[in-house]
């Protein structure tokens, strides 16, 4: 039998491995909205966040078929100015793990890292 | 009768719908990003603005560049909005970066027209690091 970890612990045990991230959160692919969520910034809306990058997911779902690649999507990564974006589906495609983090502390393969660790388990 | 290695046409050209400067810059883009990279998959240049593909490159009979202009075109505005949310004022989006499961999908914008630059690689020959710096460095 296969372990899941509930969206709240994932949230907690991203944060405990990455203090200084800016968001984290776990979003429901089909709503967009937030399953658990926790943020370091005050003024970064996790729930806009959350419905925004939603419709990036379907956006390039629908690419991805258009192109007939016959592949999934393992994640997405958006880089801006100084932030990197990640966002990393669950296996039965169902919840994502969106996690923004600084570039300046943290790299992209570290970051992936920590991701795939726990999308996973993601129940 | 059919013989599997007959029905796969390989394209490997360079095409543009454009006209005049427009033209000449988007198929030299392209034909850079071939020079570096010349097992790239698909490449396009699309003018946001107006949504027109301006020149286009495919590896495989199967990948229609034109057919996924529409949704280039609606990501990238998309993604422009992002620095809109809360939170990420004076944030810029550089690029974007699809992880498949054996290919790599770069979208980025160039820095000096409004015009967004795709790349598709296969991860078995160009990694992820590789993909992004040539398109960044081909783009700024």
Not at chain 1, 21 to 35: D, F, H, I, K
Not at chain 2, 71 to 97: F, K, M, Y
């Amino acid at each position: 039998m296969s372990v899941t970890v509930a969206p709240n612990q994932t949230v907690q045990e991203i944060l405990k491995e990455l203090p200084s991230l800016v968001a984290v959160a776990v979003v429901e692919t089909e709503t967009g909205m937030p399953l658990a969520a926790h943020s370091n910034v005050a003024s970064f809306d996790i729930e806009t966040a959350a419905a925004y990058n939603t419709e990036v997911v379907k956006q390039k779902l629908k690419a991805i078929s258009a192109l007939k690649l016959n592949q999934t999507i393992q994640d997405i990564l958006l880089t801006l100015t100084d932030q990197l974006h990640l966002l990393k589906l669950s296996p039965n495609g169902s919840k994502f793990i969106y996690l923004a983090v600084n570039s300046r502390d943290t790299n992209l393969a570290v970051a992936r890292q920590v991701l795939k660790a726990h999308t996973d388990v993601l129940s | 009768m059919r013989i599997p290695f007959l029905q796969k046409v390989a394209v490997r050209k360079i095409t543009s719908d454009a006209s005049g400067a427009a033209r000449e810059q988007a198929t030299a883009l392209l034909e850079s990003l071939l020079q570096e990279l010349p097992e790239l998959l698909l490449a396009t240049v699309v003018d946001l603005p107006s949504g027109r593909l301006l020149a286009a490159y495919t590896k495989q009979a199967q990948s229609d560049p034109y057919k996924i202009t529409a949704s280039t075109v609606a990501t990238a505005r998309q993604l422009a909005r992002i620095a809109n949310q809360p939170g990420l004022a004076g944030q810029e989006l550089q690029d974007i970066v699809l992880v498949l499961e054996n290919q790599l999908y770069v979208l980025r914008l160039t820095a000096n027209q409004p015009w967004s630059c795709l790349l598709l690689v296969n991860v078995h020959d160009t990694n992820l690091a590789l993909a992004r710096e040539v398109l960044r460095q081909h783009c700024s």
